[in-house]
């Protein structure tokens, strides 16, 4: 059966995005299903826009019109391309990413047309992990943000104890409902269902997070008269943004590209701490992580020369307290490029 050959090929890429695109769906169940997508506006747009460059330069360069007559050749000459323009390796990473998106949008709709899928996407990444630039300290200290919050209204303030205190991005500060914060025999606890979380969390993920004990007693006087479907915090994202970037110049700190994600970093770095104390290792599982990020930074893999009893079970549970911490905050296991960067 032949393909129809109407649209443009920067068109074709539209519609294979498009086929990906599952933005108001749970990325928890779809991949429990095994199903692929993408489930951010952010990362829509951008994989559009990277996908749409890379069929303009093989249009240009190698005459190819459809998406559907793409090889692994053209793929490894863009990416050559890239790295002719010294782009750095974390833009290519993103770009493979994109292209991969691309591939599985073309899939289902070849599928969906009874077509042979077209494979043009290399089963390992070019792009080598170990060129990535190393992550930088984007947390902010208790003490800094001890010292802006009398800079902060009192709405902005609820929005920065959100986010430094549940681990919450500060768009999801802002939406969270007084509903979604339930009281149990343990003590309170953030539960947003995947069916509840659609337009609240990134991606519309599941998020279920305990609240710190000595966060609770501020969180009651936060909820305090207000009915269940309104907003916990009246505050717009951009006033927060603002209000924060403000309270740091008036104390003199440095945000450094930190901005509102710092106190969510914080809340990382603290609530690991916590899990390793309350598992018994505290010290060893410093050390230990220490150690996995020193094997990182030799482009080595995390468990490497991890090989005695004892060091496999400080191994073992650092990782199981590292999972925990990802999952509160609507991250994926087994993230040890984003543990370097929220939890270092």
Same mark, same amino acid.
Request: glycine share 6%; charged share 30%.
């Given at each position: 059966?032949?393909?129809?050959?109407?649209?443009?090929?920067?068109?074709?890429?539209?519609?294979?995005?498009?086929?990906?695109?599952?933005?108001?769906?749970?990325?928890?169940?779809?991949?429990?299903?095994?199903?692929?997508?993408?489930?951010?506006?952010?990362?829509?747009?951008?994989?559009?826009?990277?996908?749409?460059?890379?069929?303009?330069?093989?249009?240009?360069?190698?005459?190819?019109?459809?998406?559907?007559?793409?090889?692994?050749?053209?793929?490894?000459?863009?990416?050559?391309?890239?790295?002719?323009?010294?782009?750095?390796?974390?833009?290519?990473?993103? &770009?493979?990413? /994109?292209?991969?998106?691309?591939? %599985?949008?073309?899939? $289902?709709?070849?599928?969906? @047309? +009874?077509?042979?899928?077209?494979?043009?996407?290399?089963?390992?990444?070019?792009?080598?992990?170990?060129?990535?630039?190393?992550?930088?300290?984007?947390?902010?200290?208790?003490?800094?943000?001890?010292?802006?919050?009398?800079?902060?209204?009192?709405?902005?303030?609820?929005?920065?104890?959100?986010?430094?205190?549940?681990?919450?991005?500060?768009?999801?500060?802002?939406?969270?409902?007084?509903?979604?914060?339930?009281?149990?025999?343990?003590?309170?606890?953030?539960?947003?269902?995947?069916?509840?979380?659609?337009?609240?969390?990134?991606?519309?993920?599941?998020?279920?997070?305990?609240?710190?004990?000595?966060?609770?007693?501020?969180?009651?006087?936060?909820?305090?008269?207000?009915?269940?479907?309104?907003?916990?915090?009246?505050?717009?994202?951009?006033? &927060?943004?603002? /209000?924060?970037?403000?309270?740091? %110049?008036?104390?003199? $700190?440095?945000?450094?590209? @930190? +901005?509102?994600?710092?106190?969510?970093?914080?809340?990382?770095?603290?609530?690991?701490?916590?899990?390793?104390?309350?598992?018994?290792?505290?010290?060893?599982?410093?050390?230990?992580?220490?150690?996995?990020?020193?094997?990182?930074?030799?482009?080595?893999?995390?468990?490497?020369?991890?090989?005695?009893?004892?060091?496999?079970?400080?191994?073992?549970?650092?990782?199981?307290?590292?999972?925990?911490?990802?999952?509160?905050?609507?991250?994926?296991?087994?993230?040890?490029?984003?543990?370097?960067?929220?939890?270092?």
């Amino acid at each position: 059966m032949a393909r129809k050959r109407r649209s443009s090929i920067v068109h074709q890429v539209s519609q294979a995005i498009n086929a990906v695109n599952r933005i108001g769906e749970s990325k928890r169940e779809a991949k429990h299903k095994g199903v692929p997508g993408i489930h951010s506006i952010k990362q829509v747009r951008e994989t559009l826009s990277a996908a749409q460059n890379f069929v303009k330069w093989i249009r240009e360069n190698e005459g190819i019109k459809s998406i559907y007559d793409l090889t692994e050749e053209h793929y490894i000459a863009y990416l050559e391309h890239l790295t002719a323009l010294e782009r750095s390796a974390g833009h290519k990473q993103n &770009v493979e990413t /994109a292209l991969r998106h691309l591939q %599985k949008g073309m899939e $289902i709709r070849s599928l969906d @047309r +009874g077509l042979k899928p077209v494979i043009f996407v290399p089963e390992k990444r070019i792009t080598n992990w170990r060129e990535l630039k190393k992550a930088e300290n984007r947390s902010y200290s208790s003490e800094e943000f001890e010292s802006m919050l009398p800079f902060l209204s009192v709405n902005v303030q609820d929005s920065v104890n959100l986010m430094r205190y549940m681990g919450l991005r500060v768009r999801e500060s802002c939406k969270i409902k007084v509903k979604h914060f339930k009281k149990s025999s343990g003590g309170w606890v953030l539960n947003i269902s995947s069916e509840e979380a659609t337009g609240i969390t990134k991606g519309g993920r599941h998020r279920k997070t305990p609240v710190p004990p000595k966060f609770q007693e501020k969180l009651i006087l936060i909820l305090k008269d207000k009915e269940p479907d309104s907003t916990v915090v009246s505050v717009k994202v951009a006033t &927060v943004r603002s /209000a924060v970037n403000a309270a740091c %110049k008036k104390v003199g $700190i440095d945000q450094n590209g @930190r +901005g509102t994600h710092g106190f969510r970093h914080l809340y990382c770095r603290d609530r690991l701490r916590e899990l390793l104390r309350e598992k018994g290792i505290i010290n060893k599982g410093e050390v230990m992580l220490e150690r996995i990020m020193k094997n990182r930074d030799k482009g080595r893999k995390a468990d490497y020369s991890i090989l005695t009893e004892q060091d496999i079970k400080v191994y073992n549970l650092l990782k199981g307290a590292i999972d925990q911490v990802h999952e509160e905050i609507g991250h994926g296991e087994d993230r040890w490029d984003l543990a370097e960067r929220y939890m270092r």
